[in-house]
């Protein structure tokens, strides 16, 4: 069965840092979207990202924050700077065109120190 | 303000016992999907409702659309210790915007 990959599925990183979180949508999917959860919370929407551009972004998702499709197959977000506060789980999703059942990724669980 | 209120929040219930957790919204949604989160594991998609009053079945579980599409339910017959998990509904307001999640309800079942 088709699913959504993330790697890694942990990442320690010092504040401050850039990180890149790494997804592969389900590969006939053409709507992608990255969510995080914060331990304890709901999951909360950053962005989603259709025909190579975003389409849709939340207040979360401020000039820290960027996406990319370097390629047919990856779907990254970047984090620039890192703050303790993105410390969360960070969930790629991806979606058929006209329907909105988002099929969820395992997450990468991002600690920053 | 919650856009999806889902209650109860925590339930602890015997194995073999009925239940039904609700999600409520003062907004007209286009569809809505139900998933379970495993801790540490992302969310699992289990249905996705469209149709004002539509139910659907999967297997102990049925879940059902309210009328005006701002509200559902989930409803599980028997529940089994393979049921503990966090209950999420999640509501998609018009074609093309994201996915707004509820807080979630934690099922907790005893054996």
């Known amino acids: 069965e088709p699913e959504v990959t993330q790697t890694p599925s942990h990442q320690v990183t010092q504040m401050g840092q850039e990180v890149i979180l790494r997804c592969v949508p389900i590969?006939?999917?053409?709507?992608f979207y990255w969510y995080r959860q914060i331990l304890g919370q709901k999951v909360e929407f950053l962005v989603s990202?259709?025909?190579?551009?975003?389409?849709?972004k939340s207040e979360i998702f401020d000039d820290q924050f960027s996406v990319e499709r370097p390629d047919g197959s990856n779907f990254t977000l970047k984090i620039r700077s890192t703050k303790l506060e993105d410390s969360a789980m960070y969930f790629c999703?991806?979606?058929?065109?006209?329907?909105?059942?988002?099929?969820f990724g395992q997450g990468t669980r991002l600690t920053v120190v | 303000t919650q856009l999806l209120e889902q209650s109860p929040q925590f339930l602890s219930i015997q194995e073999g016992e009925n239940l039904t957790v609700y999600c409520n919204s003062s907004s007209v949604f286009s569809s809505l999907q139900w998933y379970r989160q495993e801790p540490g594991e992302g969310p699992v998609l289990l249905v996705t409702v469209v149709t004002g009053g539509e139910v659907k079945k999967l297997k102990r579980l049925t879940f059902q659309f309210g009328d005006a599409r701002k509200d559902s339910s989930l409803h599980i017959t028997a529940a089994q210790p393979g049921d503990t998990g966090l209950y999420l509904c999640a509501g998609a307001r018009s074609g093309n915007t994201p996915l707004v999640f509820g807080k979630g309800t934690r099922l907790s079942v005893i054996a």
């Open positions: 990202f259709y025909n190579n551009e975003i389409s849709e």
């Open positions: 590969s006939n999917h053409l709507y």
């Open positions: 999703a991806s979606s058929e065109r006209l329907r909105q059942e988002a099929f």
